[in-house]
């Protein structure tokens, strides 16, 4: 079975924080790593993808990706009230000669004006 | 352009009705996706197409239909369905389906089953 697993939440931070949102997966096969946005009855945006290990950052987001592990992060600098949202990790799992992009369940983020 | 267009923007339709849901995508993606989401879960995969060619099928009941008519078409036929398919489905495309590109997500279509 195929799982990307996160944590719930709520994570709740105070605006100007750093906000850190956790991600594991199952399978040790897997290339590729997302992380979404997804506000309110709204449909996921891609915010950041990451395929190799080490650190990739666009802004004030951070992306983490340890293997070893099966780890990812998302770090987000300077939170703001507008970065309150679900934030969905996906991860590409294979199946024969195609691929699956499976979500964890989110983890919604809440920054306190 | 990042662009994926999903119609209806919202569907009711009662349990013995049939309808289409359409996705439509010009960034020459060659993989296509439909995904279905309840409130408050994350988005459940159901089908993938690659090349125009169903590759995935998540044991999806027969009352949910999917076609690709062309490489920048998905269509997803409705029939005989229950309240519980009441949900927002979800169209993504990817440039490939491969595991390292990214995949663009419509802005989904509300279904309520009455």
Not at chain 1, 75 to 103: G, H, N
Not at chain 2, 64 to 89: G, I, R
Not at chain 2, 92 to 97: I, K, L
Request: charged share 20%; hydrophobic share 30%.
């Amino acid at each position: 079975q195929k799982e990307v697993e996160q944590n719930s939440g709520p994570l709740s931070v105070p605006e100007g924080a750093i906000a850190s949102l956790n991600c594991t997966y199952s399978d040790r096969g897997s290339q590729s790593f997302f992380w979404y946005r997804q506000y309110s009855g709204k449909s996921p945006e891609l915010i950041m993808s990451i395929y190799s290990n080490g650190d990739k950052e666009d802004g004030r987001f951070t992306a983490q990706l340890n293997k070893a592990s099966q780890y990812v992060s998302l770090l987000i600098r300077d939170s703001q009230p507008s970065d309150s949202a679900t934030y969905l990790c996906a991860v590409t799992f294979r199946v024969d000669s195609s691929y699956k992009l499976i979500f964890g369940s989110g983890t919604r983020l809440l920054v306190r004006p | 352009d990042t662009e994926v267009t999903q119609t209806p923007k919202h569907l009711v339709m009662g349990m013995t009705n049939k309808k289409s849901l359409k996705c439509e995508q010009h960034m020459g993606h060659r993989a296509m996706y439909w995904y279905k989401q309840k409130a408050k879960k994350p988005p459940e995969l159901m089908f993938v197409y690659s090349y125009e060619k169903l590759s995935i099928n998540e044991s999806v009941p027969s009352r949910f239909s999917p076609e690709c008519p062309n490489s920048s078409l998905l269509n997803l036929h409705l029939h005989a369905l229950q309240p519980e398919d009441s949900a927002l489905y979800l169209c993504a495309s990817s440039r490939v389906a491969t595991g390292v590109t990214e995949a663009f997500f419509g802005q989904g279509t509300r279904l309520t089953v009455v």
